[in-house]
């Protein structure tokens, strides 16, 4: 395998991971179910959103932090 490849399936990955984890978000049903880890980090995600500062004005966010799940 080559770097572009890996590279490729990396993006690939993280793509996926965030998908499943607006799912669980999204679902309050399935997030009951979820594994504890991905309860923990949602909750954390929620209390660091609360309180976390709003951009500057022309700032723009294209997507979220990657989360180390």
Not at 37 to 60: D, F, K, N, V, Y
Request: aromatic share 6%; glycine share 2%; no cysteine.
């Amino acid at each position: 395998m080559n770097a572009e490849r890996n590279l490729t399936l990396l993006r690939e990955i993280e793509a996926n991971r965030w998908f499943l984890l607006m799912a669980y978000r999204e679902n309050p049903a399935l997030l009951v179910r979820a594994e504890p880890r991905i309860r923990e980090w949602i909750a954390l995600q929620g209390q660091s959103e609360s309180t976390a500062e709003a951009p500057q004005s022309g700032a723009t966010r294209s997507e979220p932090d990657a989360p180390h799940v």
